[in-house]
């Protein structure tokens, strides 16, 4: 709590969606896919956030699965 209140960024956001797999291993992989996409690609966070499907997909691992290529 005490690194997210010094964040410069006041707004926090809060994904409640199962969008991975639950034996998935790609959690970190999900996490650097949108922080790419924010701070990189200059994407909104709610556009970012909407790629995903609100539950575990194909899709989802794909978007994740593909931060690297």
Partial sequence: MDFINRCKYKKRFLND????????????YYCCKVIKNIFVDNIDIMEC????SNKPSNLNK????DLYI
Avoid at 17 to 26: K, R, T, V
Avoid at 62 to 65: G, I, N, Q, V
Wanted: charge should be negative; hydrophobic fraction near 45%.
């Fill in 17 to 28: 969606s199962q969008i991975q797999d639950f034996n998935s291993i790609l959690c970190g």
């Fill in 49 to 52: 956030i909407n790629m995903f």
């Fill in 62 to 65: 794909d978007l994740a699965d």
